[in-house]
């Protein structure tokens, strides 16, 4: 107590590496820091790395559309709020690309030999490679349409997630672990939004309810399982998709009412394509713009 | 001392007030939304520090816009947000009559006292 507190100002130089512009922020941790990255026992390998490819795909995926606001949000203080919740979502993918490399080298070992696997699994995998679902790739539409998206898939992913921090697998648990505090920000921000806009002007209702409308007709694919995650739910490793509509349910009708607005009828026209490799033209052009300068340039760092 | 009303935080100073001071710059509105003034305490700080500004409709949005605008590198442990236009603030006009009668007294600070050694926050 004594010697810590000479200086308080001192202390919290030296906390920072000595730069006294302590204002800067410090001590982040690895997530994956003495995790066991062993695959678990009655797990195939390949199973494991297909499943960290479905979730690393609706982050990273998910990320891209966000950071496409950059320089055309409403606001700048939007803009910065929109890049944070995407480059939270990158940082997500980025530790679940490497996982699947680590559980099943041989995809990335294909694509790309020399790069880092999750290098070489975000930028040297065609459209028919990726496994995120259809929601997370179509056009982001105005503002309004962006936020019932983002309100959509965070309320999704943070159930996926909270039920993942019970995986078999130690690495699934600690990225979920991670990504929960992360999501329920995200959730938290899109919910204002949607009901700031549709509690808001007779203009900012219409368009949030259109935003909202042209968005649900993705939401039942993400509730069906494909084989390979529910062989995963089944050993425990994985999450079944199904058991989290209820949940959702739940957060969206407790939003809805806020705002004003009506809740979509239920669509069952969508079939589960993303998880299966069958994408929109959306992901085409996406892709085109996220790989385009890695396969130009393969060695290019900056 | 005279209470401005429009303040600005273009220029990277916090709020800044903007009428009645000659600046030879029109003022600009860029956004309808008021401008709030950003207090954070880091970690291990002892009180809320300064450290900008932002737009936003109101509190609620605009403590919001302050964790993603300034505690993005971990810096804060709590937040306060106000009003700009809620700050009395001194103007520049008023520099000397305010600031420079402090400059000569030199026994206004604590260097005639010997410190003792063991007590914290000096």
Same mark, same amino acid.
């Given at each position: ?299 290019a760092t900056w | 001392m005279t209470q401005a009303r ?28 008021? @401008? ?7 970690? =291990?700080?002892?009180?809320? %520090? ?5 737009? *936003? !409709? #109101?509190?609620?949005?605009? @403590? ?7 505690? =993005?590198?971990?810096?804060? %442990? ?5 009003? *700009? !236009? #809620? ?33 914290p926050h000096i």
């Amino acid at each position: 107590m004594t010697t810590d507190h000479d200086s308080a100002y001192d202390s919290l130089a030296d906390e920072h590496g000595g730069d006294a512009r302590w204002a800067f922020g410090t001590g982040f941790d690895d997530p994956l820091s003495g995790v066991d990255t062993a695959v678990p026992d009655g797990v195939e390998p390949a199973d494991l790395a297909a499943y960290s490819l479905m979730l690393a795909d609706d982050a990273l995926v998910m990320s891209q559309r966000l950071t496409q606001w950059c320089t055309n949000a409403p606001e700048l203080e939007e803009e910065v709020a929109l890049a944070n919740i995407g480059l939270d979502l990158l940082g997500q993918a980025r530790l679940l690309l490497a996982r699947a490399g680590a559980a099943d080298p041989t995809l990335p070992g294909r694509l790309a030999p020399d790069l880092p696997h999750e290098d070489a699994l975000a930028y040297f995998r065609g459209p028919a490679e990726f496994r995120n679902v259809t929601l997370a790739e179509g056009d982001n539409g105005d503002f309004a349409r962006s936020v019932a998206r983002l309100l959509i898939f965070s309320t999704w992913r943070l159930a996926l997630l909270d039920r993942l921090t019970s995986s078999r697998d130690a690495v699934l648990a600690a990225v979920a672990a991670k990504g929960v505090k992360e999501v329920t920000y995200h959730r938290d921000y899109a919910a204002r939004w949607v009901v700031r806009l549709g509690d808001g002007t007779a203009l900012s209702h219409e368009r949030m309810s259109a935003g909202l409308n042209a968005t649900w007709p993705y939401v039942e694919e993400l509730f069906v399982s494909s084989d390979v995650e529910q062989r995963l739910a089944a050993a425990d490793v994985g999450v079944d998709l199904a058991g989290l509509r209820a949940e959702f349910d739940d957060v969206i009708a407790q939003v809805l009412p806020l705002a004003g607005l009506v809740h979509p009828p239920p669509e069952n026209t969508v079939e589960s394509a993303g998880r299966s490799g069958r994408h929109t033209e959306a992901l085409v052009t996406l892709l085109a713009e996220m790989q385009g300068l890695a396969r130009a340039h393969p060695e290019a760092t900056w | 001392m005279t209470q401005a009303r429009g303040f600005t935080a273009e220029g990277g100073h916090g709020a800044v007030p903007t009428e009645g001071v000659p600046s030879g710059v029109e003022p600009k509105q860029r956004s309808v939304w008021p @401008l709030y003034e950003v207090f954070v305490r880091g970690k =291990r700080g002892l009180n809320h %520090v300064h450290v900008g500004s932002l737009h *936003a !409709a #109101d509190s609620d949005m605009a @403590l919001h816009h302050a964790r993603d605008l300034y505690t =993005r590198r971990n810096e804060g %442990v709590s937040i306060w947000v106000v009003r *700009a !236009a #809620d700050i009395t603030a001194s103007s520049p006009d008023e520099k000397d009559p305010f600031f420079a009668p402090s400059g000569d007294k030199v026994y206004r600070h604590p260097t005639f006292y010997s410190i003792p050694e063991d007590v914290p926050h000096i």
